[in-house]
C-alpha cells in the first residue's frame, strides 16, 4: 500500500528508508520536492503535501532533529497513515536513542539503523487495525435499541426513577451533583410552600401534620430545622446539613480554617499541575531546558500572530505560519535560559527570512545580457490591479537599465484607461531627456510603441516584440491596463497576452498598503494566467514589484503575504515617486521592522 518511508535528518542524512513491493520509481524527486515546496518554505502548518500522483505525509522530530516522511498513491484514503507515522517515530526514537543523541554528522553516518524488522510489525499492525475499522454495515431498525423499547417503558411515572437517581448517584461528590441537590431542595420547599398555601386557602383550621412525609410551612412556630428538607424522609432532622456539607466544601470561618483551606488549596493546585507550581513553576519556565509542546507556545503563539496581522500580515498567512513554527518546535528541547516566548519569537524570526529570501536566481542584468547574447530582446510584463503603480515603476525601471547601458522600448498596452498612453509618452520624453541621443550614438535610449486605445493589448505587445527585434532594442517592457481579479474578461485578456508573447519574466506590482487583499488577488491573478495557459507548464507570475513602500511606516506585513502565496521573489521596491526610488528588497531589515514592537 505504502510508495515509500524514509527517516532524515535535517540535515540531509538518510537514516533509513522503505520501498514498497513493486515500486519502481525513485522517491527522491517527491521528497525534493516537499522539502524545497514545504519544509523550507515554511509551510508546514499542514502535514501533507501532493505530487503528482504521489500522497507526502510527514513529521518532524524537533528533539532528534530528524524528518519522518511516508508516500503513497493520491487515490489511496489510507486513513491509518497519521497515527503509523507517530508509531514509527516513537518505535525509532526509542530504540537508537543513544545512537541519536551523539553529536556530529560523521558519527550519524557511522550508525546502522536496521529497523526493518520494527517497521514490518508496526505497518501489519497498522493495516489490520485500519481493517477491523472498516465500516460497519447499518443495522437494521429490528436490531437496534429503539426496537427493543415498549411503549410503556417509554412513559415517564412521577417519582419512580427518583429513588434510583439519588441512590445511585449520593455516593459521587462532585460540585455539581450538589448543585442538583440544592436545586432539588429548593424545589421541594417550593412546592410544599405552594401546597400549603392551597391547603390554607381550603382549610383555614390550622392543620396537624398527620403523617411524617407532609411538609407544613409555618412561618410563626417552626423551627429552622422544619425547613431542612435535604433527607430522604423529608423530616427536618438535620442530617440534611451534613450531607450538604458532605459535598460542599465548607467555608471557613476561623483564620486557622483558613490557613488549612489555603494548603489544601496549593496541594490542589500542584496535583492539576502534575509538577511544581508557584516558584518552582517559574524558574522552570525561565530556565528552560524542557520540551516544547503545543500547549507551551499557544499563548505565545497567539500573541504573534496578531502582532503580524496588527504589521499587515494577511490573517490567513499568519496562522499558517504560526501553525509552522509551531509544527517546527513541538518537542524540542530548550536551551538553559531561554524562554518560551523567546524561543518561538527566534523561531518565527528565522521563518520569516527565510521566507523572503528569494528561492531562485534573479538577476535581471544578467538575463537581458544572455538574451542580447542571443540577438532577442528580454521582455517583461508588468500586471496587478488599477492604480497600484505599474506604469510609474516600469518608468523606474527603464531609467535603472538605461543607467545600466541598456535600450528599452516602452509598449503602451494599456488601451484602457483614459491618459495611459499619454502617461508614458511623458515618462518617455523624461528619460530621454535625462539621456540625450546624443550620448547614445545619436538613437533615443527610450522608444513608446503605441497604438492608441481600444485595440488587442496582446497584438500590440507581439508588434512591439518584433519591433524590438528589428530595431535591436535590448528590453521590452509591456505596460497593462489595471484590472481587478474578479473581472474575467480581463483576467482573460491578460492571461492571452501572457500566453501568446511568452515573455521572460512575468512581474506582478501590488501596493505594500494592501493586508488580507493580497492573497486574493495574487492567488486569482496566478489562477487565471494557469487556466488560460496553452501549454503543460503555465507561465505565472515570475516575480514582484511591491510599490508605494514609503508609506507604511514597519506595517511591512504585505511583503511576507505575497511571498509566501506566490513563493516567488520581490525583485523590487518602490519607495516614492522620483526615477530613484527603486530598491530591492533587504530581508532582514523587512523582518526586524516586522518583529518590532
Ligand atoms: N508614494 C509612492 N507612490 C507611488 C509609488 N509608485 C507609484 N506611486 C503613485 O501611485 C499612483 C498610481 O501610479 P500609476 O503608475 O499610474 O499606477 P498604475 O498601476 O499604472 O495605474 P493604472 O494604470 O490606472 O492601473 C501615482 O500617483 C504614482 O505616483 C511608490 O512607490 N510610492
Ligand atoms: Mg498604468
Redesign the pocket.
Known amino acids: 500500500m505504502l510508495d515509500f518511508f524514509t527517516i532524515f535528518s535535517k540535515g540531509g542524512i538518510v537514516l533509513w528508508c522503505f520501498q514498497g513491493a513493486g515500486v519502481t520509481e525513485s522517491f527522491t524527486g517527491p521528497v525534493n520536492a516537499l522539502i524545497r515546496s514545504v519544509i523550507l518554505q515554511e509551510r508546514g502548518g499542514n502535514n501533507s503535501f501532493t505530487h503528482e500522483a504521489l500522497s507526502l505525509k510527514y513529521k518532524l522530530d524537533n528533539e532528534f532533529e530528524l524528518i519522518f516522511v511516508v508516500g503513497f498513491q493520491k487515490i489511496l484514503t489510507l486513513t491509518y497513515v497519521d497515527k503509523f507515522i507517530d508509531d514509527v517515530q516513537l518505535h525509532f526514537r526509542d530504540r537508537y536513542k543513544n545512537e541519536l543523541e551523539q553529536k556530529g554528522t560523521l558519527k550519524l553516518l557511522n550508525s546502522t539503523f536496521a529497523f526493518e524488522d520494527a517497521f514490518s510489525e508496526l505497518l501489519k499492525l497498522a493495516e489490520e487495525s485500519s481493517k477491523a475499522r472498516s465500516p460497519v454495515p447499518m443495522r437494521s431498525f429490528k436490531e437496534s435499541e429503539k426496537s427493543q423499547k415498549t411503549v410503556k417503558s417509554m412513559i415517564e411515572t412521577k417519582g419512580g426513577d427518583k429513588g434510583k437517581e439519588q441512590g445511585g448517584k449520593k455516593s459521587k461528590n462532585t460540585k455539581k451533583e450538589g448543585e442538583c441537590c440544592l436545586l432539588r431542595v429548593v424545589v421541594r420547599m417550593f412546592g410544599s410552600l405552594l401546597h400549603s398555601v392551597a391547603n390554607v386557602l381550603k382549610s383555614p383550621k390550622p392543620q396537624k401534620p398527620k403523617e411524617k412525609q407532609k411538609r407544613v410551612w409555618d412561618n410563626a412556630g417552626s423551627s429552622d430545622k422544619n425547613l431542612d428538607y435535604s433527607d430522604k424522609n423529608g423530616a427536618g432532622s438535620g442530617d440534611g446539613e451534613k450531607n450538604l456539607e458532605a459535598q460542599f466544601d465548607p467555608v471557613c470561618s476561623t483564620s486557622k480554617e483558613l490557613a488549612v483551606g489555603a494548603e489544601a488549596s496549593a496541594s490542589l493546585t500542584m496535583k492539576r499541575g502534575g509538577g511544581f507550581g508557584g516558584m518552582f513553576g517559574m524558574l522552570k519556565g525561565l530556565v528552560g531546558s524542557k520540551s516544547l509542546s503545543r500547549d507551551d507556545m499557544e499563548p505565545v503563539l497567539e500573541k504573534m500572530r496578531d502582532h503580524l496581522i496588527a504589521k499587515n500580515v494577511a490573517a490567513d498567512i499568519a496562522s499558517q505560519l504560526c501553525d509552522s513554527v509551531a509544527k517546527k518546535l513541538e518537542g524540542k528541547v530548550m536551551g538553559t535560559f531561554t524562554t518560551v516566548a523567546s524561543t518561538v519569537k527566534q523561531a518565527l524570526q528565522d521563518s520569516l527570512v527565510q521566507i523572503l529570501q528569494p528561492k531562485r536566481r534573479v538577476d535581471i542584468l544578467r538575463d537581458v545580457m544572455e538574451a542580447q547574447s542571443q540577438r532577442r530582446p528580454f521582455v517583461i510584463t508588468f500586471c ?12 523606474k525601471i527603464s531609467y535603472w537599465l538605461i543607467e545600466n547601458g541598456f535600450s528599452v522600448l516602452i509598449a503602451a498596452c ?1 488601451t484602457f ?1 483614459a491618459g ?1 498612453v499619454e ?1 508614458l509618452r511623458t515618462h518617455q520624453r523624461r528619460l530621454n531627456s535625462l539621456h540625450p541621443p546624443e550620448k547614445h550614438g545619436g538613437r533615443p535610449v527610450v522608444q513608446l510603441y503605441e497604438k492608441g486605445y481600444g485595440k488587442d493589448a496582446a497584438g500590440i505587445a507581439m508588434e512591439a516584440i518584433a519591433y524590438a527585434r528589428n530595431q535591436a532594442f535590448d528590453v521590452v517592457l509591456v ?1 497593462t ?3 481587478m481579479q474578479d473581472n474575467a474578461p480581463l483576467m482573460t485578456a491578460l492571461a492571452k497576452l501572457i500566453a501568446v508573447n511568452m515573455p521572460d519574466l512575468v512581474l506582478f ?1 501590488g501596493e505594500a498598503l494592501v493586508g488580507n487583499e493580497a492573497v486574493d488577488q495574487l492567488v486569482k491573478f496566478n489562477q487565471a494566467l494557469a487556466d488560460h495557459s496553452m501549454s503543460d507548464k503555465p507561465r505565472l507570475i515570475d516575480g514582484i514589484v511591491l ?5 507604511i511606516d514597519d506595517k511591512v506585513g504585505a511583503a511576507i503575504s505575497m511571498t509566501y502565496i506566490t513563493g516567488q521573489p520581490i525583485v523590487f521596491v ?4 522620483t526615477y530613484n ?1 527603486l530598491r530591492s528588497l533587504n530581508a532582514r531589515a523587512v523582518v526586524s521592522a516586522l518583529m518590532k514592537a
Do not use: E, I, M, W
Not at 384 to 395: C, E, F, I, M
Not at 574 to 577: A, D, E, S
Open positions: 496587478g490591479v488599477n492604480g497600484v503603480g505599474k506604469s510609474t515603476n516600469l518608468a494599456d484607461r495611459a502617461q505596460d491596463a489595471g484590472r506590482v510599490t508605494k513602500f514609503d508609506t518602490g519607495t516614492g515617486q526610488d
